[in-house]
């Protein structure tokens, strides 16, 4: 009786310190035992032991007496992603959207108070559009956070944002009541918009892209929004963006509602 009652909480602070030290080691890009058990409040036997099953499993690599991550995580996220049946349908949807407008073309989602770059097809310098897949930026700065928060509950922003945001440029959003004001007016016409608010010179053009308005695991609907990036003043001008955003989300959807994979009511 008693092993059926420790089991669980013994596995879960297993989980729970190897996260602690892939984040750490993520965090710092390479640590020796020493800092990694410093960083994590872990004892220092606990870490190495762990250390060793995970370089053993290719979690980590040990090269000396560095830590860094290994191969396995990376193998994983490449196939999450690539193999995701929702990336699959979106892909050539994005595509198609970047030959038509020749504009870089993001799909995210919305982890907590950032958007998250699930996608990206177009230029790649970064010096252009500053983002990069699995990169992540404050979701009140971007029109695809915008586009996201706009689809979760009426108490999702109060729940997440402070009063005053952080991390504002002079064009951005400075406070909630300003960033909910915004969001009601992506509600009424599905379209979001940022204009400087990442860097002076970019601005983006996004809408929600929903599955099902079915709750997840990690608290949000299954939603992602598609974004169309560049130069401030192009995507200012151009007026077929708009047309070619909304052409985008709604053949993902389109293809959506045939798959067998698709969350169902």
């Known amino acids: 009786m008693t092993t059926a009652t420790t089991q669980p909480d013994s596995l879960t602070g297993i989980l729970d310190r190897v996260d602690t030290i892939l984040d750490a080691i993520a965090t710092e890009g390479s640590m020796n035992l020493t800092e990694i058990s410093k960083a994590t409040a872990l004892p220092r036997?606990?870490?190495?032991?762990?250390?060793?099953?995970?370089?053993?499993?290719?979690?980590?690599?040990?090269?000396?007496?560095?830590?860094?991550?290994?191969?396995?995580?990376?193998?994983?996220?490449?196939?999450?992603?690539?193999?995701?049946?929702?990336f699959r349908l979106a892909r050539?949807?994005?595509e198609a959207m970047h030959e038509r407008t020749r504009l870089v073309v993001?799909?995210?989602?919305?982890?907590?108070?950032?958007?998250?770059?699930?996608?990206?097809?177009?230029?790649?310098?970064?010096?252009?559009?500053?983002?990069?897949?699995?990169g992540r930026h404050p979701a009140f700065r971007t029109a695809a956070g915008k586009a996201l928060l706009a689809s979760e509950g009426s108490d999702y922003l109060d729940e997440h944002f402070a009063p005053r945001l952080e991390l504002t440029t002079p064009e951005s959003?400075?406070?909630?009541?300003?960033?909910?004001?915004?969001?009601?007016?992506?509600?009424?016409?599905?379209?979001?918009?940022?204009?400087?608010?990442?860097?002076?010179?970019?601005?983006?053009?996004?809408t929600p892209v929903t599955v099902r308005p079915v709750a997840t695991s990690?608290?949000?609907?299954?939603?992602?929004?598609?974004?169309?990036?560049?130069?401030?003043?192009?995507?200012?001008s151009d007026k077929t963006l708009i047309q070619a955003l909304r052409t985008c989300a709604m053949g993902i959807l389109a293809d959506i509602s045939h798959s067998p994979k698709a969350p169902k009511d």
Request: overall charge negative; hydrophobic content about 40%; proline content about 4%.
């Open 45 to 86: 036997t606990t870490v190495h032991r762990l250390l060793e099953q995970m370089v053993a499993r290719r979690w980590v690599l040990r090269i000396r007496n560095e830590y860094e991550i290994g191969v396995r995580p990376f193998h994983l996220g490449t196939l999450a992603r690539q193999g995701h049946w929702y």
């Open 92 to 94: 050539p949807h994005l």
């Open 106 to 134: 993001h799909l995210g989602y919305l982890d907590g108070t950032d958007v998250v770059w699930w996608d990206k097809v177009g230029d790649t310098r970064l010096s252009v559009v500053p983002t990069y897949v699995g």
């Open 173 to 206: 959003l400075h406070t909630r009541e300003e960033l909910r004001a915004e969001i009601g007016a992506v509600q009424d016409d599905g379209l979001a918009y940022s204009r400087g608010e990442l860097l002076p010179h970019l601005a983006c053009v996004a």
């Open 218 to 236: 990690d608290g949000h609907q299954t939603n992602t929004a598609v974004s169309v990036c560049g130069p401030l003043d192009r995507v200012e």
